[in-house]
T-cell receptor, first 113, second 114 residues
Framework: GENVEQHPSTLSVQEGDSAVIKCTYS??????FPWYKQELGKRPQLIID?????GEKKDQRIAVTLNKTAKHFSLHITETQPEDSAVYFC????????????FGTGTKLQVIP | GAVVSQHPSWVICKSGTSVKIECRSL??????MFWYRQFPKQSLMLMAT?????????EQGVEKDKFLINHASLTLSTLTVTSAHPEDSSFYIC??????????FGPGTRLLVL
């Protein structure tokens, strides 16, 4: 089955700096890669996603890159703000929402004011 | 947007009792739903895939006789934790797939077994 590794497990940055979280996956059949933000005790919230036919996607301060050959994908948050503090999970799945999603191990991001 | 609800949001029970958790898609139909378990400071681990009208598919290591799943209708899936023990205390989250691979997550159910 799919295995998704994520690092770092914790990340502290000063407000206004950038944060980068990296993930690798094992199953070449995976072609949908969502990123979730989870606040304590809450459900995961989709913040951005990318499909295998795209190498990069950006949405305001958030961007995701995908290297399908190397099976790597990364989340980039620029101009971080204290409200960005949360746990972030990468995930991977084959295409189609009816396919199961495998989550990474999570990164706890702390943005220091 | 699509909404998934869960009930109850939290439950405390005694060891040995059974607990039922409901997951509902409120404004769309879901022939498939997923059940996850999340222990403190850990990731979401898929427990099983719930299929309307057929048996659930369990992930390796998940006891199907302990975690009973029933997908009663196109908008409702239930997870019953039978003979719950303290090690079953966790955050249980369901999700239902929507358009374009988007997963809609329920708010989660926090289970504490004493």
């Amino acid at each position: 089955g799919e295995n998704v590794e994520q690092h770092p497990s914790t990340l502290s940055v000063q407000e206004g700096d950038s944060a980068v979280i990296k993930c690798t996956y094992s199953d070449s059949a995976s072609n949908y890669f969502p990123w979730y933000k989870q606040e304590l005790g809450k459900r995961p919230q989709l913040i951005i996603d990318i499909r295998s036919n795209v190498g990069e996607k950006k949405d305001q301060r958030i961007a995701v890159t995908l290297n399908k050959t190397a099976k790597h994908f990364s989340l980039h948050i620029t101009e971080t703000q204290p409200e960005d503090s949360a746990v972030y999970f990468c995930a991977a799945s084959p295409s189609g929402g009816y396919q199961k999603v495998t989550f990474g191990t999570g990164t706890k991001l702390q943005v220091i004011p | 947007g699509a909404v998934v609800s869960q009930h109850p949001s939290w439950v405390i029970c005694k060891s040995g009792t059974s607990v039922k958790i409901e997951c509902r898609s409120l404004d769309f139909q879901a022939t498939t739903m997923f059940w996850y378990r999340q222990f403190p400071k850990q990731s979401l681990m898929l427990m099983a895939t719930s299929n309307e009208g057929s048996k659930a598919t369990y992930e390796q290591g998940v006891e199907k006789d302990k975690f009973l799943i029933n997908h009663a209708s196109l908008t409702l899936s239930t997870l019953t934790v039978t003979s719950a023990h303290p090690e079953d205390s966790s955050f249980y989250i369901c999700s239902a797939p929507g358009l374009a691979e988007t997963q809609y997550f329920g708010p989660g159910t926090r289970l504490l077994v004493l």
